[in-house]
């Protein structure tokens, strides 16, 4: 019984820590060799829309946090 009880706990906190790596984790990929642009007048909408075109940032939720 305790065993089973121990196994579940670590698959429960191998899951927790995947989540929290997807949630918590590098949110910005710097391309190689690349540059990223921001044009006069642009919008804030506009430069993280240009960064997810790119692929530079996985999601917009936690970058704008």
Known sequence: MKKTIGILFLIALAIGGYA???IFGPNVS???D?????????TY??????????KIVKGGFFFDR
């Open 20 to 22: 929290a790596w997807n």
């Open 30 to 32: 710097a391309p190689a």
């Open 34 to 42: 690349k540059y990223f642009y921001i044009k006069t007048g642009e």
């Open 45 to 54: 909408d506009e430069v993280i829309a240009s960064l997810k075109e790119q």
